[in-house]
């Protein structure tokens, strides 16, 4: 059982098949290629509260890599087809309901992409590529 979402993300985040060799951090990322990192950021966690105490919530998260980036266009298209697979890859577990595990008491009910991969900045050599993602659950009272 995972103490916190963070964790759960990040395990079921580890599972994607195309993730390459590189370490995945939480709110961190260094500036050689290849890494990967989740990133929270602000939103309102509560969709609806119930009477009973209970309420759902969403989790919205950005997941990033640095790549080598260069103005060879074989390269880029390489890096965004990478966020393209990787929003596949996101909506096939949701349709499947594979799910990440979450702390006792709050239960999946879906993960989906809110934006396309795109290019959040770049230094010549390597650029930050990311995807905004969000995760909903029912949390019990």
Not at 4 to 27: F, N
């Amino acid at each position: 059982m995972v103490k916190s979402i963070i964790e759960g993300v990040s395990a079921w985040m580890l599972q994607c098949p195309i993730l390459r060799d590189g370490p995945l951090r939480v709110d961190a990322m260094g500036d050689q290629p290849t890494e990967y990192a989740i990133e929270t950021g602000i939103y309102t966690p509560v969709i609806e509260n119930y009477i009973d105490g209970s309420s759902d919530r969403r989790f919205q998260f950005s997941f990033g890599s640095r790549e080598y980036y260069s103005m060879d266009r074989i390269q880029n298209i390489t890096n965004s087809t990478f966020y393209e697979d990787l929003a596949d890859w996101i909506d096939r577990k949701n349709k499947a309901g594979e799910l990440p595990e979450l702390p006792e008491g709050c239960h999946p009910e879906s993960i989906t992409t809110l934006s396309p991969g795109y290019m959040f900045d770049e230094t010549g050599k390597n650029a930050r590529y990311q995807i905004q993602i969000e995760l909903t659950y029912h949390k019990e009272a």
